[in-house]
């Protein structure tokens, strides 16, 4: 028989993600008696042609010749189930003798698009809605960006992410702005990974063509004229738009400057880079091509020429705007140099020597600081716009990038160190630098990559590019309207498609240079009409200008204007604008006088130009006035000095003035007008006030005033000579009794209304000789204090006497008796023997122990005393003292037999957890002293949180202390509790935090002190102390390393103790601490003998601090000096040198455990 292939096995997985490869795996056997040789074909779904087949050769079952053809094998088939439908698919394989089938499922997602619902037209500006609906026909949820694309269809202009369970659906809308999309038909549509669903739209734009239909032809300077223009919308949208009316200069001239071009140099350069493919005529009419397309750019209102270099210098009084293409060896500096205010430049720049500007103005003014250039990549080159600018008006906004030139290289240049504006950058695949830039005062535009040269032709660069540049030319044109003292000179004006409107204008026309060409320009935002007209600038001045006031700037009309040249005099006067003019004066330095009625005449010197006309604008200062009188008192008509006269105007001006010894003032410098002038400070009720009118220049005197006196007053307190205050005691005129007051609870009194003047005051109280007379001088208006004495005090002070006495014993006791008073007086002074109560009446108590004592004011005198201490008297302390008008006193200790001592058991030194935890057990701990001198047993309480806890009986000898110790559970409940220790004698408390305890603060090894020798000999050993202290509350161990002068670089990159011990470790101690607890190690180093004289660093470190100190080093036979105590650059002893060498994660608590 015949081979025959059966399939014995078909092994097909049930379901594959959308991602995955399906494998289908085949098991084959020859069932016949010889060899055969088939194809295997895989079939998809119901598709009539194989995705894949493989041919077989199998032997039949029993040969084992050839041994690589077996009688059974397996075949696989591989499917990408990212290249199927989600769903259900079916596989069949077929041989020439049988067949089998299966099938298996795809788990993927299908985001169907449908239904796309847009406009099939809009106005541009007009915001549009497309909507479409997305239904998920796969098996899966997902989320897909959905995506809208306009134009190329290539990018999203708008996207939504979109999540969708199987079998779901929904409407997606985008709403689109159009405002940046210019007329025409486009392609837009909405997007998914799976499907797509697009359409076209018609924008459709407005434009308002401008057309000047009446203007008038002559104007002279001031006149106000009308123009009118038609305006039509010739577009196929309706819009709104300003139409704005100016004055412009006539046409711009611009000049393209650039070098002769050397075709034979330009073709061997060009073989010289390979390219053959370029027209040697674009590249050799560079200058003029460009020229070309900045006349289409820029429109008819300027005039673009061609200008070679050579002769640029020559040329530079001819035009308004040079775009420098080359400068091609011309002067920069000179050209520069004769570049005036109202001329501006655009610079260009490319790769290679045939446009250089910007390289050239480098060099000149090193600003730019550099320019570079290259040729490497491939074209396009693009332009990435950085910062909004009107350079880039109607191109792109910030953010943008933009084709710059499709060349046939990727030639481009940029900058750096530009004192301008950089505005956008250049690059091949991504930006090198700066490209364009803008001057601070707008009178240069640098573009770097925009050179026209011999392998980037005009015709390289994109229509953006060109816009561009143009926009710069436009930019620093001086472009300046004449629309000053304008009345209307814009309207807003909207229009649907072919309909027009009349606007009309009313502008006043400034003074201007009639021999230059002037324009009426009506614009709106698509396009501008203009039209010439002539300024007729009247008679033939060459000095001319205008008088007003310099406060005001008002014109000042009549005003006389003279100017001195030789023995010329020529003269005018100013019309009712101000203005004036001279004509025909002759060149030089003249005098010119300018003088006006109720104004100061003003002089200045005018240099007149040869054959130009200079202008001269003057402004005159009124004339000042003045203003003058007296101030006089109304009691006696004396003159008032340093009276202040103020006059105010209703503009907030103020003249101020003080009266001199005559009472007489004067205001200076008063500018004409109506004043209101008073007195500063009168009394109220007495505020005077004069209208004052003065005339430029005029001097208005006898504007006098007549003030009240101010009157003053007295206060003060009356006390007694103790500096007791006494109350309802009489402050009385000693002279003519003018005045009588009274004192109040605290001896206090005011007099009001005193005449200004010496007043003589006395006190007056019941049982007090009246006080000596006190007098006082008041000033006008001001308050004088005076407190006065009544009475006299006898004061002790001085007191000696023993500390201690026996039990009947004589002491002796003496004191300084004080009058601190002003008269004579007596007192009887007392002793107050011990045992005496010093209480609020001991005044009052008279013991038996007395003198009289007699003194003068303010005399002292010493009284003694003697006493016997009582037989009987108790031993301990007593106050005893002795009195007059006070009493000082003193403690004294009766001492008595030895063995009437007691035991005092005082209670010291208790100690109580400051936290704990709730319920947690503490041990609180005290000492307890018999201070007494003698033995006791006493019973000691303690007590928590008012309760007692527990009595202990506690015997004590004299001087004699024993320790306590007391435990008690803490309560459940958090809070603050109090501990308290008590004997008969004494007690003593403290206070334990119950809260539940927080997380552990992990260990810190920080190392707190460290000590080292000042110097040590080449040599020798030195040895530094170090005290860690672990921070932290957990219990660690951990190294501690000296490092001996090691560079900060191999350290401060460490991150373990690998790394540390590669750095050099010089010694290492370990040590276990735990939390809180310090301990101090030694670590040391052996100095090398061969070691420099010097200082040297040395780093004490834990895994993860670090301190630093600094030894000397000094060679065995010199004297040891005394080393700097401080640090590097006198930092004190450990502090940091430079940057923390461990900030990569070592110190500051983020180190290898942190």
Same mark, same amino acid.
């Given at each position: 028989?015949?081979?025959?292939?059966?399939?014995?096995?078909?092994?097909?997985?049930?379901?594959?993600?959308?991602?995955?490869?399906?494998?289908?795996?085949?098991?084959?056997?020859?069932?016949?008696?010889?060899?055969?040789?088939?194809?295997?074909?895989?079939?998809?779904?119901?598709?009539?042609?194989?995705?894949?087949?493989?041919?077989?050769?199998?032997?039949?079952?029993?040969?084992?010749?050839?041994?690589?053809?077996?009688?059974?094998?397996?075949?696989?088939?591989?499917?990408?189930?990212?290249? #199927?439908?989600?769903?259900?698919?079916?596989?069949?394989? $077929?041989?020439?003798?049988?067949?089998?089938?299966?099938?298996?499922?795809?788990?993927?997602?299908?985001?169907?698009?449908?239904?796309?619902?847009?406009?099939?037209?809009?106005?541009?500006?007009?915001?549009?809605?497309?909507?479409?609906?997305?239904? /998920?026909?796969?098996?899966?949820?997902?989320?897909?960006? *959905?995506?809208?694309?306009?134009?190329? #269809?290539?990018?999203?202009?708008?996207?939504?992410?979109?999540?969708?369970?199987?079998?779901?659906?929904?409407?997606?809308?985008?709403?689109?702005?159009?405002?940046?999309?210019?007329?025409?038909?486009?392609?837009?549509?909405?997007?998914? $990974?799976?499907?797509?669903?697009?359409?076209?739209?018609?924008?459709?734009?407005?434009?308002?063509?401008?057309?000047?239909?009446?203007?008038?032809?002559?104007?002279?300077?001031?006149?106000?004229?009308?123009?009118?223009?038609?305006?039509?919308?010739?577009?196929?949208?309706?819009?709104?738009?300003?139409?704005?009316?100016?004055?412009?200069?006539?046409?711009?001239?611009?000049?393209?400057?650039?070098?002769?071009?050397?075709?034979?140099?330009?073709?061997?350069?060009?073989?010289?880079?390979?390219?053959?493919?370029?027209?040697?005529?674009?590249?050799?009419?560079?200058?003029?091509?460009?020229?070309?397309?900045?006349?289409?750019?820029?429109?008819?209102?300027?005039?673009?020429?061609?200008?070679?270099?050579?002769?640029?210098?020559?040329?530079?009084?001819?035009?308004?705007?040079?775009?420098?293409?080359?400068?091609?060896?011309?002067?920069?500096? *000179?050209?520069?140099?004769?570049?005036?205010?109202?001329?501006?430049?655009?610079?260009?720049?490319?790769?290679?020597?045939?446009?250089?500007?910007?390289?050239?103005?480098?060099?000149?003014?090193?600003?730019?600081?550099?320019?570079?250039?290259?040729?490497?990549?491939?074209?396009?080159?693009?332009?990435?716009?950085?910062?909004?600018?009107?350079?880039?008006?109607?191109?792109?906004?910030?953010?943008?990038?933009?084709?710059?030139?499709?060349?046939?290289?990727?030639?481009?240049?940029?900058?750096?160190?530009?004192?301008?504006?950089?505005?956008?950058?250049?690059?091949?695949?991504?930006?090198?630098?700066?490209?364009?830039?803008?001057?601070?005062?707008?009178?240069?535009?640098? #573009?770097?990559?925009?050179?026209?040269?011999?392998?980037?032709?005009?015709?390289?660069?994109?229509?953006?590019?060109?816009?561009?540049?143009?926009?710069?030319?436009?930019?620093?044109?001086?472009?300046?309207?004449?629309?000053?003292?304008?009345?209307?000179?814009?309207?807003?004006?909207?229009?649907?498609?072919?309909?027009?409107?009349?606007?009309?204008?009313?502008?006043?026309?400034?003074?201007?240079?009639?021999?230059?060409?002037?324009?009426?320009?009506?614009?709106?935002?698509?396009?501008?009409?203009?039209?010439?007209?002539?300024?007729?600038?009247?008679? /033939?001045?060459? *000095?001319?200008?205008?008088?007003?006031?310099?406060?005001?700037?008002?014109?000042?009309?009549?005003?006389?204007?003279? !100017?001195?040249?030789?023995?010329?005099?020529?003269?005018?006067?100013?019309?009712?604008?101000?203005?004036?003019?001279?004509?025909?004066?002759?060149?030089?330095?003249?005098? !010119?006088?300018?003088?006006?009625?109720?104004?100061?005449?003003?002089?200045?010197?005018?240099?007149?130009?040869?054959?130009?006309?200079?202008?001269?604008?003057?402004?005159?200062?009124?004339?000042?006035?003045?203003?003058?009188?007296?101030?006089?008192?109304?009691?006696?008509?004396?003159?008032?000095?340093?009276?202040?006269?103020?006059?105010?105007?209703?503009?907030?001006?103020?003249?101020?003035?003080?009266?001199?010894?005559?009472?007489?003032?004067?205001?200076?410098?008063?500018?004409?007008?109506?004043?209101?002038? /008073?007195?500063?400070?009168?009394?109220?009720?007495?505020? #005077?006030?004069?209208?004052?009118?003065?005339?430029?220049?005029?001097?208005?005197?006898? *504007?006098?005033?007549?003030?009240?006196?101010?009157?003053?007053?007295?206060?003060?307190?009356?006390?007694?000579?103790?500096?007791?205050?006494?109350?309802?005691?009489?402050?009385?005129?000693?002279?003519?009794?003018?005045?009588?007051?009274?004192?109040?609870?605290?001896?206090?009194?005011?007099?009001?209304?005193?005449?200004?003047?010496?007043?003589?005051?006395?006190?007056?109280?019941?049982?007090?000789?009246?006080?000596?007379?006190?007098?006082?001088?008041?000033?006008?208006?001001?308050?004088?204090?005076?407190?006065?004495?009544?009475?006299?005090?006898?004061?002790?002070?001085?007191?000696?006497?023993?500390?201690?006495?026996?039990?009947?014993?004589?002491?002796?006791?003496?004191?300084?008796?004080?009058?601190?008073?002003?008269?004579?007086?007596?007192?009887?002074?007392?002793?107050?023997?011990?045992?005496?109560?010093?209480?609020?009446?001991?005044?009052?108590?008279?013991? &038996?122990?007395?003198?009289?004592?007699?003194?003068?004011?303010?005399?002292?005198?010493?009284?003694?005393?003697?006493?016997?201490?009582?037989?009987?008297?108790?031993? %301990?302390?007593?106050?005893?003292?002795?009195?007059?008008?006070?009493?000082?006193?003193?403690?004294?200790?009766?001492?008595?037999?030895?063995?009437?001592?007691?035991?005092?058991?005082?209670?010291?030194?208790?100690?109580?957890?400051?936290?704990?935890?709730?319920?947690?057990?503490?041990?609180?701990?005290?000492?307890?002293?018999?201070?007494?001198?003698?033995?006791?047993?006493?019973?000691?309480?303690?007590?928590?949180?008012?309760?007692?806890?527990?009595?202990?009986?506690?015997?004590?000898?004299?001087?004699?202390?024993?320790? !306590? &110790?007391?435990?008690?559970?803490?309560?459940?409940?958090?809070?603050?509790?109090?501990?308290?220790?008590?004997?008969?004698?004494?007690?003593?408390?403290?206070?334990?935090?119950?809260?539940?305890?927080?997380?552990?603060?992990?260990?810190?090894?920080?190392?707190?002190?460290?000590?080292?020798?000042?110097?040590?000999?080449?040599?020798?050993?030195?040895?530094?102390?170090?005290?860690?202290?672990?921070?932290?509350?957990?219990?660690?161990?951990?190294?501690?390393?000296?490092?001996?002068?090691?560079?900060?670089?191999?350290?401060?990159?460490?991150?373990?103790?690998?790394?540390?011990?590669?750095?050099?470790?010089?010694?290492?101690?370990?040590?276990?601490?735990?939390?809180?607890?310090?301990?101090?190690?030694?670590?040391?180093?052996?100095?090398?003998?061969?070691?420099?004289?010097?200082?040297?660093?040395?780093?004490?470190?834990?895994?993860?601090?670090?301190?630093?100190? $600094?030894?000397?080093?000094?060679?065995?036979?010199?004297?040891?000096?005394?080393?700097?105590?401080?640090?590097?650059? %006198?930092?004190?002893?450990?502090?940091?040198?430079?940057?923390?060498?461990?900030?990569?994660?070592?110190?500051?608590?983020?180190? !290898?455990?942190?």
């Amino acid at each position: 028989d015949e081979g025959e292939i059966d399939i014995t096995g078909l092994d097909v997985p049930a379901e594959v993600d959308d991602d995955e490869t399906v494998e289908i795996d085949i098991d084959l056997e020859n069932l016949g008696d010889e060899g055969a040789i088939q194809e295997v074909a895989l079939y998809l779904n119901e598709d009539d042609e194989p995705v894949d087949t493989e041919v077989v050769d199998m032997a039949a079952s029993g040969v084992d010749d050839p041994i690589d053809h077996p009688a059974e094998t397996t075949i696989t088939f591989e499917l990408e189930a990212s290249d #199927l439908d989600g769903g259900d698919h079916t596989v069949t394989v $077929e041989t020439e003798d049988d067949d089998a089938s299966d099938a298996f499922t795809v788990l993927a997602s299908n985001f169907e698009v449908s239904n796309l619902d847009a406009p099939d037209e809009a106005d541009r500006g007009e915001e549009i809605t497309v909507s479409v609906d997305i239904a /998920n026909t796969g098996n899966v949820d997902d989320t897909q960006a *959905v995506e809208y694309r306009f134009d190329d #269809l290539g990018d999203a202009l708008d996207a939504q992410n979109v999540t969708l369970d199987a079998d779901e659906e929904t409407t997606v809308s985008f709403d689109i702005d159009t405002e940046n999309v210019t007329e025409g038909t486009y392609d837009h549509g909405v997007f998914t $990974e799976d499907n797509e669903a697009t359409a076209t739209i018609d924008i459709l734009e407005a434009f308002f063509s401008v057309d000047i239909t009446d203007a008038p032809e002559e104007l002279a300077p001031g006149e106000t004229y009308n123009v009118s223009a038609d305006v039509v919308n010739a577009g196929d949208a309706p819009d709104e738009q300003t139409i704005a009316y100016e004055v412009t200069e006539g046409e711009t001239d611009v000049a393209v400057v650039d070098g002769d071009v050397d075709e034979e140099e330009l073709r061997e350069e060009l073989a010289d880079r390979g390219v053959d493919e370029v027209d040697l005529d674009e590249l050799v009419d560079g200058a003029d091509n460009l020229a070309d397309t900045l006349q289409d750019e820029l429109g008819d209102s300027y005039d673009v020429q061609t200008v070679n270099a050579a002769d640029l210098v020559d040329e530079v009084d001819a035009y308004d705007v040079f775009v420098v293409n080359d400068f091609d060896g011309a002067d920069v500096d *000179v050209f520069l140099d004769e570049l005036e205010d109202d001329q501006g430049v655009v610079y260009l720049d490319n790769w290679g020597s045939s446009s250089n500007a910007v390289s050239d103005l480098s060099d000149a003014t090193d600003d730019p600081s550099s320019v570079e250039d290259s040729f490497s990549g491939s074209a396009p080159i693009m332009l990435d716009i950085t910062d909004d600018h009107a350079l880039f008006d109607g191109v792109a906004a910030a953010g943008e990038t933009i084709e710059l030139h499709d060349g046939s290289a990727a030639d481009r240049a940029w900058f750096d160190g530009y004192s301008g504006e950089s505005i956008a950058d250049v690059g091949d695949t991504g930006p090198d630098g700066a490209t364009v830039g803008v001057s601070e005062d707008d009178d240069h535009v640098l #573009l770097a990559a925009f050179g026209r040269s011999s392998f980037i032709s005009n015709a390289d660069f994109s229509a953006e590019s060109n816009a561009i540049m143009a926009n710069a030319v436009e930019h620093v044109d001086d472009y300046a309207g004449t629309a000053s003292a304008t009345d209307h000179t814009s309207e807003f004006v909207s229009l649907e498609p072919n309909e027009s409107t009349t606007v009309e204008f009313t502008n006043t026309l400034a003074e201007d240079d009639g021999e230059l060409e002037w324009h009426h320009v009506v614009e709106s935002e698509d396009d501008a009409a203009t039209a010439p007209f002539t300024i007729d600038d009247g008679p /033939n001045w060459n *000095v001319k200008g205008t008088v007003a006031e310099a406060a005001t700037d008002e014109p000042i009309e009549n005003a006389s204007v003279e !100017l001195e040249a030789g023995n010329e005099t020529y003269t005018n006067v100013t019309d009712a604008d101000g203005k004036y003019g001279l004509e025909n004066v002759p060149a030089g330095e003249h005098n !010119l006088t300018v003088d006006a009625e109720n104004f100061a005449a003003h002089t200045e010197t005018v240099e007149v130009p040869e054959d130009d006309v200079v202008t001269v604008d003057v402004g005159l200062e009124k004339l000042p006035g003045t203003i003058s009188g007296d101030v006089t008192a109304s009691d006696d008509d004396a003159p008032v000095e340093n009276a202040t006269i103020v006059a105010e105007n209703d503009d907030g001006d103020v003249h101020e003035a003080t009266t001199d010894e005559n009472g007489s003032y004067e205001l200076d410098g008063v500018s004409a007008g109506t004043y209101v002038v /008073n007195v500063v400070d009168t009394p109220p009720g007495y505020e #005077l006030d004069e209208v004052v009118t003065v005339a430029p220049g005029e001097h208005v005197d006898g *504007v006098d005033f007549v003030v009240d006196r101010t009157a003053g007053s007295i206060e003060g307190t009356v006390t007694n000579a103790a500096g007791v205050p006494i109350a309802d005691a009489n402050v009385v005129d000693a002279d003519d009794g003018a005045f009588n007051v009274t004192t109040a609870e605290d001896g206090s009194y005011e007099i009001e209304d005193i005449t200004p003047g010496t007043n003589a005051l006395r006190a007056v109280a019941d049982g007090y000789d009246d006080s000596n007379v006190e007098f006082v001088e008041v000033e006008t208006g001001e308050t004088t204090t005076a407190n006065l004495t009544l009475g006299t005090y006898f004061e002790v002070d001085d007191l000696a006497a023993p500390d201690t006495a026996e039990k009947g014993e004589e002491i002796t006791v003496n004191a300084t008796v004080t009058n601190t008073g002003e008269q004579e007086d007596t007192r009887m002074v007392f002793y107050f023997p011990p045992g005496t109560d010093f209480g609020t009446d001991v005044i009052d108590y008279q013991p &038996e122990l007395s003198e009289t004592v007699t003194l003068e004011g303010g005399e002292s005198t010493t009284v003694e005393f003697t006493y016997e201490i009582g037989a009987d008297d108790e031993p %301990g302390e007593y106050e005893h003292g002795i009195s007059a008008d006070e009493v000082e006193s003193t403690v004294i200790t009766i001492e008595g037999d030895e063995d009437d001592g007691e035991p005092v058991f005082n209670v010291t030194g208790l100690d109580a957890p400051a936290d704990a935890e709730p319920g947690e057990n503490v041990t609180i701990t005290a000492t307890l002293e018999n201070t007494g001198d003698d033995a006791g047993t006493q019973t000691v309480t303690y007590a928590f949180d008012d309760e007692t806890v527990a009595n202990e009986t506690v015997s004590l000898d004299a001087t004699e202390s024993t320790a !306590l &110790e007391f435990t008690t559970e803490l309560p459940a409940d958090e809070g603050t509790y109090e501990h308290a220790v008590s004997s008969e004698n004494d007690s003593a408390t403290a206070q334990t935090d119950v809260e539940e305890a927080g997380e552990p603060e992990p260990a810190y090894f920080e190392v707190t002190e460290h000590d080292a020798p000042e110097s040590v000999d080449a040599g020798e050993e030195l040895t530094v102390n170090a005290t860690i202290t672990n921070t932290g509350d957990e219990t660690d161990q951990q190294d501690v390393f000296l490092f001996w002068d090691s560079a900060m670089s191999d350290l401060e990159d460490a991150e373990s103790v690998a790394d540390l011990r590669e750095a050099g470790i010089d010694s290492m101690e370990s040590i276990e601490l735990e939390g809180g607890e310090s301990e101090t190690v030694a670590l040391t180093h052996e100095v090398d003998a061969e070691t420099e004289p010097g200082t040297y660093q040395y780093t004490v470190s834990t895994l993860q601090e670090m301190v630093d100190g $600094e030894v000397t080093v000094e060679s065995a036979a010199e004297a040891a000096f005394p080393a700097d105590p401080g640090g590097f650059d %006198g930092a004190p002893p450990g502090a940091a040198l430079g940057a923390n060498p461990f900030e990569n994660g070592i110190a500051n608590g983020v180190g !290898l455990l942190g």
